[in-house]
């Protein structure tokens, strides 16, 4: 039997070539091209991961203003949560610091927000949350869409683990353990409270300096 990706690309190939018009043929290689980025992006995941795990990542951190970054997150997510109506709210605490990889940082937050945006009802909102409380750092990023199982819960970090209404990033189960991976990499800790047909929320806690 096929895996999933290969499946992918070999359905809108065979179509194509079935439907012997050349509409059929474009429609097919768009397709294709679709999921060939789609598995590009993953294998670039996976090595991330593969190297993450074996200490041989480079990363470099920086005392940065995190409430600047988490504030231009938020912005940039303005135009896609537009798209589904989706209202971003923000609070968040100004004068806080943390040593981060800033491209790292920036691309965890995005998949929790992106994801928020993907999972998150038409019409509702998102709300990013930045603030301190005792000797740490509190991020929270909060939908009230579609909510995750239970039973999906304790696996929703796994790699590869999917379900329909799990986050699983990219669509091949590795956008959380990315989110867990580089959160560990800035001494923090991530967890998650859902429930199904009453939104998600992930919380991201860090070491004040």
Do not use: C
């Not at 991330?48 to 795990?53: D, E, P």
């Not at 038409?122 to 991020?139: D, K, M, N, P, V």
């Not at 209404?165 to 991976?181: C, D, Q």
């Not at 580089?182 to 800790?189: E, K, V, Y």
């Amino acid at each position: 039997a096929q895996t999933a990706p290969m499946a992918d690309i070999l359905a809108p190939a065979d179509g194509g070539l079935a439907d012997g018009n050349e509409e059929g043929y474009r429609r097919a290689l768009e397709a294709i091209g679709d999921k060939a980025r789609d598995m590009q992006r993953m294998l670039s995941q996976l090595l991330m991961l593969a190297r993450g795990y074996e200490g041989r990542f480079d990363v470099d951190l920086l005392n940065t203003d995190l409430a600047a970054v988490v504030e231009d997150i938020a912005a940039e997510m303005l135009p896609i949560a537009g798209e589904k109506d989706i209202s971003v709210e923000r609070d968040i605490q100004p004068g806080l610091y943390l040593k981060m990889d800033l491209m790292l940082f920036t691309q965890m937050l995005m998949n929790l927000t992106d994801n928020g945006i993907k999972y998150g009802r038409a019409g509702g909102r998102l709300t990013i949350r930045l603030h301190q409380e005792g000797g740490r750092i509190l991020l929270q990023v909060k939908d009230d869409g579609v909510g995750i199982p239970a039973e999906d819960l304790p696996h929703l970090f796994d790699r590869f683990y999917r379900s329909d209404k799990a986050r699983s990033g990219e669509g091949f189960g590795l956008g959380l353990s990315i989110v867990e991976w580089i959160a560990s990499l800035h001494g923090g800790q991530i967890s998650v409270h859902s429930r199904e047909g009453e939104g998600t929320a992930f919380l991201l806690s860090f070491p004040a300096e």
